[in-house]
C-alpha cells in the first residue's frame, strides 16, 4: 500500500510523476476540474455576496469516489495542479471534495516535469494559495454573470446559441474596428525612382532621396517627370559614405502570448493547436531507456524569467558547441508586464542538453517542430548579440541625391541558432554594397520610376490580435486561444488568407453589446478588470468588491437591454443559383475558414459546397471547361478544370489567357521573391518579374 497520495490533472502527468516519486507514492488524475457552477442556471446567489454554488460536474462521481477511496487509505494527500490560478482552484475544489484540512500543507507546484525539479517541489509543500483561489473564482463568476445575463437576450432578439463574453467581445471589436478601418480607407498615390548603378564590373541598387540634401516625397507622375528632366547623363558622384556596426539583440525566451504567435508565423499552427502540443511536451514524453521526461517548462506564462540552473547549463552548452565568443554577457532584463503573474519561468526545453535532432525518433512531427522553436528560441536567447555593418551612401547627379543601403553580418551571434519571425514584412536581407569612396564616380544602369498607393491596415492574423490583446492588457497566457475560438464557433468570424474577416452576425451582436453594455467591449474598462483580478491576486483587494463594483451598473443595463432591444432579422445573402439536392436557393454564409455556398433549406437539407472562383481563362487541357482557383486539404491555393473528375488538369501556378510566343503553349504566373513572373511551362520563355 502506498503511504502518499498524489493527485493531478491529468493521466500522462501522473504517469511522468509517479516513476519519479518511488514507491511510496500512488499518483492519480482528477481528469482537471470535478467541481464546477452547473450549466443549468446561473449557479451564483447574488443576495449571498456572489457565493457560487458549485456542483459535481457531470460524469465526474466516479473519479471522486475513487480518489476520496484512495485518500482514506492514504498517511497523507498531495494535491498537484498546475502552477497558476485555475491549478490553484482545481486544488481548492479537490481539498472540498475529499474533505482535507485546508489549513494543511497539501499543495505542491512544480514549473518543470523532471526528476529534479518534482523531488525539489516536495521538499517545500505549502497551503493552498487563497487569493489566487478567490481570484480564479471572482473571473469564473464575472465570465458567468455577464454570460447568463447576456446570452438569453440575444438568444431571445437575435438568434439561439449566441454568447458575450468579456475578452471574446473586445477581441470582436478590435477585428471589426480593423475592417472599418480598411473600408475608410482611402489610398493615396506616391511614386518611387529606382536605379541599378555600376561600380566597375559591380551592381547595386539606389533609390530617389530627395534634393540639395532633404527628402522630397513623389506624389504624382508629374513630380516624377521632374525629377527626371532635372537628371543630367549618366554619372553620379558619391557623396557621402556612413558606415557604422550595429548590434542586433536576441529575442527574449518564449510567453505563452508569443510562442502562439511564433508558432503561428513559423510553423502555420493555430494558438488552440500549439497550447495542445505544449501540454504534450510538459506533460512528459517516452524517451525510451530515460523514461517519461518532460520536455518543456509550464507553457501558460507571462513571465521572462530563466531560472539560475538553466541559465548555467544553457552556457556550458554554448561555449562546448559554438565557442566562447557566442557566450551572451548579462542583459538588462525586460522590462516586467504589470500583469505577468511571475511566480513562473519562461517556456524552455528543461534541459538544453536533449537537443530535436536527437529527438525525432520519439516525437512526432509537429511535436518536434514546436521543441525545435522551444530549444532554439531559448538557446539563442542565451547567445552573444549578432554584430552587423552597416552602409548608406548618398549618390549626387545635379543635386539630384539617391540612396543606397547595404549591410552584412560580420559576427552571427544568436543568429547562428535562431531569427524572430515577422509579421507582415520580409526578413532583413543581407545586401553589400561595392567598396564605394567618396568623391568616386558611379554610372547608372537603368532608372526605373514605380506608381504605388498607400495600403490600408492588414487584417488581424491570430499571431497580431494575441500580441494586440496582450499589449492592451485584455485577458491572460489561459484566455488566448479559447476566446479566438470561441469567436469562430459562434460564426462571428470567419478566416480569409489566415486573416479575420467578421460576418454579419458579428457585425449585428458587436452593434448590439455597445449600444446596451458598451463597458463590455471597452478595452480600458476590460483591462482594468484584469488588473482588479491580479490585485485580488496579490492580496490587495476582496473578490466580491470587484464584483459588486461591476455588478451594480451591469444589473441596470440588463433590464434596460431586456425591455428596449429590438429583435434583429438577418437577410440571407442569396448566391444566385440552387440547390442540386432539392432545388432550394443557396446562401453565401461565413463559417471559420472563410465564405461557403449552403442551402437555404437547412437543416432539412444540409447541401454544402465551396465557392468556386473562376480565373477567366479556358482549361488548356481539354478546351471545353474553365479554369478555377481551388484550395488543398492544407488550404493552399491550386488551380483546376471545373469539369473535374471528367478533367484532372491542375497546376499551382496561376494560368494565364495569352500562350506562349515561342511555342504556343500554356503560360502561367509563378510568385517570385522578386515579384510574379510570366513563365511557359513547356519551353524556357520568360518575362521580367512584375512586383
Known amino acids: ?70 485518500a482514506k487509505k492514504a498517511k497523507k494527500v498531495y494535491l498537484a495542479a498546475d502552477p497558476d490560478r485555475e491549478g490553484e482552484a482545481i486544488a481548492w475544489h479537490l481539498a472540498h471534495s475529499l474533505d482535507l484540512d485546508l489549513n494543511s500543507d497539501c499543495r505542491v507546484v512544480f514549473n518543470e516535469i523532471t526528476k529534479d525539479a518534482i523531488k525539489e517541489s516536495f ?33 431571445k432578439k437575435v438568434k439561439k446559441g449566441l454568447s458575450a463574453g468579456r475578452v471574446q467581445s473586445v477581441a470582436l471589436r478590435l477585428i471589426i474596428d480593423r475592417e472599418k478601418e480598411i473600408n475608410d480607407f482611402k489610398p493615396e498615390e506616391y511614386w518611387t525612382i529606382d536605379g541599378t548603378f555600376l561600380k566597375g564590373q559591380e551592381t547595386f541598387e539606389a533609390s530617389f532621396f530627395g534634393k540639395n540634401g532633404k527628402k522630397l516625397p513623389l506624389k504624382s507622375e508629374a513630380d516624377v517627370k521632374d525629377i527626371l528632366s532635372q537628371l543630367k547623363g549618366n554619372k553620379y558622384t558619391v557623396e557621402k559614405v556612413t558606415k557604422k556596426e550595429r548590434k542586433r539583440n536576441p529575442a527574449l525566451p518564449f510567453t505563452t502570448s508569443t510562442l502562439q504567435q511564433e508558432a503561428a508565423r513559423k510553423l502555420n499552427f493555430r494558438a488552440k493547436k500549439t497550447m495542445m502540443i505544449a ?31 538553466a541559465v548555467d547549463e544553457a552556457a556550458a552548452f554554448i561555449d562546448q558547441t559554438y565557442g566562447k565568443e557566442y557566450l551572451g554577457g548579462k542583459r538588462k532584463p525586460a522590462k516586467k508586464n504589470e500583469n505577468a503573474q511571475d511566480a513562473h519561468e519562461a517556456i524552455r526545453p528543461t534541459s538544453v542538453l536533449r537537443k530535436p535532432s536527437e529527438l525525432k525518433a520519439v516525437l512526432g512531427r509537429d511535436q518536434l517542430r514546436l521543441y525545435k522553436l522551444i530549444w532554439e528560441r531559448f538557446v539563442a536567447s542565451q547567445m552573444a548579440s549578432a554584430v552587423l555593418d552597416t552602409m548608406s551612401v548618398d549618390l549626387t547627379n545635379n543635386g539630384l541625391t539617391f540612396r543606397a543601403n547595404g549591410s552584412k553580418v560580420k559576427f552571427s551571434g544568436f543568429m547562428k541558432v535562431y531569427v524572430e519571425g515577422k509579421d507582415d514584412q520580409l526578413e532583413e536581407k543581407d545586401r553589400m554594397l561595392p567598396d564605394l569612396q567618396e568623391g568616386d564616380t558611379v554610372l547608372s544602369k537603368d532608372i526605373e520610376p514605380e506608381q504605388h498607393f498607400t495600403q490600408p491596415p492588414p487584417r488581424y492574423t491570430e499571431a497580431r490580435l494575441v500580441k494586440t490583446l496582450e499589449e492592451l492588457g485584455i485577458g491572460r497566457p489561459s484566455t488566448y486561444a479559447p476566446t479566438l475560438d470561441t469567436i469562430q464557433r459562434r460564426g462571428y468570424v470567419g478566416l480569409d488568407n489566415k486573416r479575420f474577416v467578421p460576418t454579419e ?49 451591469f444589473e441596470k443595463r440588463v433590464k434596460k437591454a431586456e425591455s428596449e432591444m429590438k429583435e434583429v432579422e438577418i437577410e440571407p445573402e442569396y448566391a444566385g443559383e440552387d440547390c442540386e439536392l432539392c432545388s432550394s436557393p443557396m446562401v453565401y ?49 491550386f488551380y483546376g478544370c471545373d469539369r473535374y473528375p471528367d478533367c484532372e488538369f491542375v497546376s499551382w501556378d496561376k494560368p494565364i489567357e495569352r500562350k506562349c510566343p515561342k511555342c504556343g503553349k500554356m503560360l502561367v504566373e509563378k510568385k517570385l521573391k522578386k515579384g510574379i513572373q510570366v513563365q511557359c511551362v513547356e519551353c524556357d520563355y520568360k518575362e521580367e518579374p512584375q512586383k
Open 279 to 309: 501540454q504534450q511536451l510538459y506533460e512528459g514524453i517516452d524517451l525510451g531507456k530515460e523514461g517519461t521526461v518532460g520536455l518543456i517548462t509550464y507553457m501558460r506564462t507571462d513571465s521572462t524569467r530563466i531560472s539560475n540552473t
Open 505 to 553: 452576425l458579428g457585425q449585428i451582436v458587436l452593434e448590439l453589446i455597445m449600444e446596451f453594455f458598451p463597458e463590455i467591449i471597452n478595452v480600458e474598462f476590460t483591462a482594468k478588470m484584469e488588473k482588479d483580478l491580479d490585485n485580488v491576486e496579490e492580496g490587495n483587494i476582496e473578490w466580491v468588491q470587484i464584483i459588486d463594483n461591476f455588478y451594480t451598473d
Open 123 to 155: 521538499k517545500h509543500p505549502r497551503m493552498i494559495n487563497m487569493d489566487l483561489v478567490d481570484a480564479q473564482q471572482a473571473r469564473r463568476i464575472l465570465d458567468r454573470l455577464v454570460g447568463y445575463k447576456i446570452s438569453p437576450i440575444l438568444w
Open 1 to 70: 500500500m502506498s503511504d502518499y497520495l498524489v493527485i493531478v490533472e491529468s493521466p500522462a502527468k501522473a504517469k511522468t510523476i509517479e516513476r519519479y516519486l518511488g514507491k511510496k507514492y500512488k499518483v492519480k488524475a482528477s481528469m482537471g476540474h470535478v467541481r464546477d457552477l452547473p450549466k443549468s442556471q446561473m449557479g451564483v446567489d447574488i443576495e449571498q455576496n456572489f457565493e457560487p454554488k458549485y456542483i459535481t460536474i457531470r460524469g465526474k462521481g466516479p473519479v471522486l469516489k475513487e480518489l476520496k477511496t484512495a
Open 589 to 637: 454564409k461565413m463559417g471559420r475558414y472563410g465564405k461557403f455556398l449552403a442551402c437555404s433549406n437547412f437543416p432539412d437539407c444540409r447541401n454544402t459546397k465551396p465557392i468556386v472562383k473562376q480565373i477567366g481563362v479556358k482549361c488548356p487541357s481539354c478546351g471545353e471547361g474553365n479554369i478555377v482557383e481551388r484550395k488543398s486539404k492544407k488550404k493552399r491555393i
